[in-house]
């Protein structure tokens, strides 16, 4: 199964324009559990919030459980001391295959966006601040995300940034249900996207991608 889609994603790139493989990775709720983080301290069911993807959409959570997730989602004490998943330590690993790593994050505020760049430059050996992109949105603009459209391989929870991605490959975390939801994955149907079960198994994918594509040159 992997090596079919490791074949398809080979051709589709030496088809494309890109040169140089171009690996985009999300933050909250990939390389660390935001939500959960929110629901705990709400005394909430992490599984619960998770489940739609769009929270005043979650039927699950009193309308005052939802303003006070989407809140949080703007509460610049949330993201510090962020608690990031093992695989982090690893994300640069395929830039040894000759491959190109950034992050891509949206933020409610720019505090937001300071903290996050500063423990990831401190999680992840090597990376710098021309690696990571923030961008400072209102809740309005949450079910979108700008990308590069040269995007080779991008991991993302949300089913919205998913369905309009220009990668290659699409990546998605299947432990958390609003990525796997057979909402999302008819959301996403027309992309080809492939579910791992946390960060460090996603880690290995993205390798195992690029070390195909590396040694099976056009």
């Given at each position: ?5 490791f ?28 939500t ?30 939802q ?24 994300l ?9 790593v ?8 720019q ?48 089913p ?36 791992q079960p ?5 880690n ?9 594509l ?5």
């Amino acid at each position: 199964m992997d090596e079919t889609i490791f074949r398809q994603f080979t051709q589709n790139f030496q088809a494309s324009h890109q040169t140089t493989p171009l690996i985009v990775y999300d933050v909250d709720d990939i390389l660390w559990d935001l939500t959960r983080r929110i629901a705990l301290k709400r005394g909430l069911d992490p599984d619960i919030c998770y489940a739609i993807f769009r929270i005043p959409d979650n039927p699950e959570l009193t309308k005052a459980d939802q303003d006070y997730i989407i809140k949080s989602f703007a509460n610049a004490d949330i993201f510090r001391n962020i608690d990031f998943h093992p695989g982090i330590i690893d994300l640069l690993r395929p830039e040894s295959l000759g491959a190109k790593v950034k992050i891509n994050s949206n933020c409610f505020s720019q505090a937001i966006a300071d903290l996050k760049i500063s423990q990831l430059l401190q999680a992840i050996p090597g990376l710098t601040t021309d690696d990571i992109q923030v961008n400072i949105i209102d809740h309005s603009k949450a079910l979108r995300k700008p990308l590069n459209p040269e995007t080779t391989i991008l991991i993302d929870d949300s089913p919205h940034n998913i369905a309009e991605s220009p990668a290659l490959l699409n990546i998605m975390p299947s432990h958390i249900p609003w990525s796997c939801h057979p909402t999302a994955k008819k959301q996403v149907a027309h992309q080809t996207v492939v579910w791992q079960p946390n960060l460090s198994a996603i880690n290995d994918f993205v390798y195992q991608a690029v070390s195909y594509l590396a040694n099976h040159p056009s």
